[in-house]
């Protein structure tokens, strides 16, 4: 089992900067393949951003390519969501995913294990 709690959000300006953690236990986060989803009110989860288990590829969605990195320290057992230039329309619930199946993140944009989401809010 994988128990996952993101950590880091909360209210930012237009144009500005949020870091996102997950902590990852029950089992060491290096034997899964990480994302970061969003999903905002009335709206279907989305896939942002996954990384391999050693950290060696990542995938964004189009949306936030160019502004949001995804990093893992499996020393740490965390994975991390730099968020970078945020708009209002960013505005949602950030849920971490793990899953021991690359192609489920990474290829089929879900996942086995969730954290329990932090809201980021950005405003204009």
């Known amino acids: 089992q994988v128990q996952l709690v993101e950590s880091g959000g909360g209210l930012v300006q237009a144009g500005g900067s949020l870091r996102l953690s997950c902590a990852a236990s029950?089992?060491?986060?290096?034997?899964?393949?990480m994302g970061w989803f969003s999903q905002a009110p009335g709206k279907e989860r989305e896939f942002l951003a996954g990384?391999?288990?050693?950290?060696?590829?990542?995938n964004y969605n189009n949306s936030v390519k160019g502004r949001f990195t995804i990093s893992r320290d499996n020393a740490k057992n965390t994975v991390y969501l730099q968020m970078n230039s945020l708009k209002p329309e960013d505005t949602a619930v950030y849920y971490c995913?793990?899953?021991?199946?690359?192609?489920?993140?990474?290829?089929?944009?879900?996942?086995?294990?969730w954290g329990q989401g932090t809201q980021v809010t950005v405003s204009s």
């Open positions: 995913a793990a899953d021991p199946n690359e192609l489920q993140i990474m290829g089929r944009h879900t996942a086995s294990y």
């Open positions: 990384i391999s288990r050693s950290g060696g590829i990542t």
């Open positions: 029950g089992r060491t986060l290096s034997r899964s393949t």
